[in-house]
T-cell receptor, first 117, second 120 residues
Framework: AQKITQTQPGMFVQEKEAVTLDCTYDTSDPSYGLFWYKQPSSGEMIFLIYQGSYDQQNATEGRYSLNFQKARKSANLVISASQLGDSAMYFCAMREGPGAGSYQLTFGKGTKLSVIP | GAVVSQHPSRVICKSGTSVKIECRSLDFQATTMFWYRQFPKQSLMLMATSNEGSKATYEQGVEKDKFLINHASLTLSTLTVTSAHPEDSSFYIC????????????????FGSGTRLTVV
């Protein structure tokens, strides 16, 4: 079974509108971390936001927020006030295990977001 | 802080030759480095995990004799694609595990900028 599932291969959003990118995960480890990265066409991986499994509140970073629903094992990324520069691939990733260990990240297949002027 | 410099960013090589990709941690010590491969419009697939001073651990299906990983120091990890063939053309990216005890940038992971390899 896939550990990270992103069901939206592509999404379109109007500039200045909000958009939600879906991510569900599968793990039996009680300690884990969830990440969202943006990958523009240049290829670099840009860290956006992090949510730890024990975090009580949803993470927010500027225009990015993470809708963390632990019981449903979902960690959706919400981008508010979309900008043309937000057009990119977005990857959800998970670290299984506590933050202090050298655990790999497992990535979803990604969602290609296109912002329409 | 926690910057990983990856070189080269792009490389074109002839079939049968070898190519070395370097990832240097500029302002921290990278005890663990992850190497990923990404085909066009696909996700990042972990190839191997290397820890400084020890042999790399390869994922199932990755040829260790073809993709040589060396992590001889805390600031340098290299991936050498030996006897490259057109099917090895891909985007390769490294990611350093950053100790949360010393640097907390990006919650423990920092990526190089990637290398686009084209084998002709």
């Amino acid at each position: 079974a896939q550990k990270i599932t992103q069901t939206q291969p592509g999404m379109f959003v109007q500039e200045k509108e909000a958009v939600t990118l879906d991510c569900t995960y599968d793990t039996s480890d009680p300690s884990y971390g969830l990440f969202w990265y943006k990958q523009p066409s240049s290829g670099e991986m840009i860290f956006l936001i992090y949510q730890g499994s024990y975090d009580q509140q949803n993470a927010t970073e500027g225009r990015y927020s993470l809708n963390f629903q632990k019981a449903r094992k979902s960690a959706n990324l919400v981008i508010s006030a979309s900008q043309l520069g937000d057009s990119a691939m977005y990857f959800c990733a998970m670290r299984e295990g506590p933050g202090a260990g050298s655990y790999q990240l497992t990535f979803g297949k990604g969602t290609k977001l296109s912002v329409i002027p | 802080g926690a910057v990983v410099s990856q070189h080269p960013s792009r490389v074109i090589c002839k079939s049968g030759t070898s190519v070395k990709i370097e990832c240097r941690s500029l302002d921290f010590q990278a005890t663990t480095m992850f190497w990923y491969r990404q085909f066009p419009k696909q996700s990042l697939m972990l190839m191997a995990t290397s820890n400084e001073g020890s042999k790399a651990t390869y994922e199932q299906g990755v040829e260790k004799d073809k993709f040589l990983i060396n992590h001889a120091s805390l600031t340098l990890s290299t991936l050498t694609v030996t006897s490259a063939h057109p099917e090895d053309s891909s985007f390769y990216i490294c990611s350093a595990r950053v100790s949360t005890g010393t640097v907390t940038a990006n919650y423990g992971y920092t990526f190089g900028s990637g290398t686009r390899l084209t084998v002709v």
